[in-house]
Antibody
Framework: QVQLKESGPGLVQPSETLSLTCTVS????????VHWVRQPPGKGLEWMGI???????DYNSALKSRLSISRDTSKSQVFLKMNSLQTEDTAIYYC??????WGQGTLVTVSS | DVVLTQTPVSLLISLGGQASISCRSS???????????LHWYLQKPGQSPQLLIY???NRFSGIPDRFSGSGSGTDFTLKISRVEPEDLGVYYC?????????FGSGTKLEIK
């Protein structure tokens, strides 16, 4: 069945770079897009960006200058990198394929 | 960016009752290909969002027919009939017609 699982550091220092991995199974990255979505504690959902089946990317303009999404199809992994982190980037980060199947999310706290 | 306004902010419904949630868009969600990409999600406490309805009115796999979606253009509604205890949580609408994709601010359903 379709599964996605996010992984990464739980704690990041302010001004540093966040690196997250989404490992997928049950579908091919060359046939399906993957999105990243985040949710600050107790708040709503924010779409961050997409990597499409062909490898092209698109980003939320609010994050575009800091965000990069890439993938390794041989490992069935999608990567998120976001630089210049601030406390307001504290959130649960989710990966989702086509907004239908979601990972469990990973909490990232930005704090010194 | 497209703004999705969800009302009400919260609902208190008796078991077996009916709930109705509105999602109004700041612009038409009809894509240039003729499809309308408005989806509905339920996020249960401590869980990832789960897809209920896609493209306005189509129930996702495994979603009971107690959930129904309707609407067009800028006005959309999710109806939940015969409310059950497992329906509690926060309901979100999502539009993926226009980039950046955006979510409504959520409607919290509580059970009497």
């Amino acid at each position: 069945q379709v599964q996605l699982k996010e992984s990464g550091p739980g704690l990041v220092q302010p001004s540093e770079t966040l690196s997250l991995t989404c490992t997928v199974s049950g579908f091919s990255l060359t046939s399906n897009s993957v999105h990243w979505v985040r949710q600050p504690p107790g708040k709503g959902l924010e779409w961050m960006g997409i990597i499409r089946s062909g490898g092209s990317t698109d980003y939320n303009s609010a994050l575009k200058s800091r965000l990069s999404i890439s993938r390794d199809t041989s490992k069935s992994q999608v990567f998120l990198k976001m630089n210049s982190l601030q406390t307001e980037d504290t959130a649960i980060y989710y990966c989702t394929t086509s907004f239908a199947y979601w990972g469990q999310g990973t909490l990232v706290t930005v704090s010194s | 960016d497209v703004v999705l306004t969800q009302t009400p902010v919260s609902l208190l419904i008796s078991l077996g009752g009916q709930a109705s949630i509105s999602c109004r868009s700041s612009q038409s969600l009809v894509h240039s290909n003729g499809n309308t990409y408005l989806h509905w999600y339920l996020q249960k406490p401590g869980q990832s969002p789960q897809l209920l309805i896609y493209q306005v009115s189509n129930r996702f796999s495994g979603i009971p027919d107690r959930f129904s979606g309707s609407g067009s253009g800028t006005d959309f509604t999710l109806k939940i009939s015969r409310v059950e205890p497992e329906d509690l949580g926060v309901y979100y609408c999502l539009q993926r017609t226009h980039n950046p994709f955006t979510f409504g601010s959520g409607t919290k359903l509580e059970i009497k």
